[in-house]
Nanobody, 126 residues
């Protein structure tokens, strides 16, 4: 069983930055595609970004392109989501998910992912 733990959420003002982390107890996440999803109150879950296994490919939701960056850390157990120029519309619970041997080919489909974290709250407000 792959356990994923998110951290780094919080309350920030519009225009500020925040970096989320998704960490596993496994030795490596290199054989998993890692997706980040978010869900705001009263709205459905939406895919934000996906990085394929071994970082061979990365995809982003249009509204976060150029503002969010997903990266794998050298420890091979952590994937970060750096979020800049945050907007109130970015407020949501952010959750990471893992897809074994994934290439992010259907990255917006939650059913493609085998393992999920519990999520971390991000609130952007003045």
């Amino acid at each position: 069983q792959v356990q994923l733990v998110e951290s780094g959420g919080g309350n920030v003002q519009p225009g500020r930055s925040l970096t989320l982390s998704c960490t596993t107890s496994r030795l490596t996440l290199d054989d998993y595609a890692i997706g980040w999803f978010r869900q705001a109150p009263g709205k459905g879950r939406e895919a934000v970004t996906c990085t394929a296994m071994e970082s061979s490919h990365t995809s982003y939701k249009d509204s976060v392109m150029g503002r969010f960056t997903v990266s794998r850390l050298s420890d091979k157990r952590t994937v970060t989501l750096q979020m800049t120029s945050l907007e109130p519309e970015d407020s949501a619970i952010y959750t990471c998910a893992a897809d074994l041997w994934g290439e992010c080919e259907h990255w917006i489909d939650p059913s493609r992912y085998d393992h999920w974290g519990q999520g971390t709250q991000v609130t952007v407000s003045s």
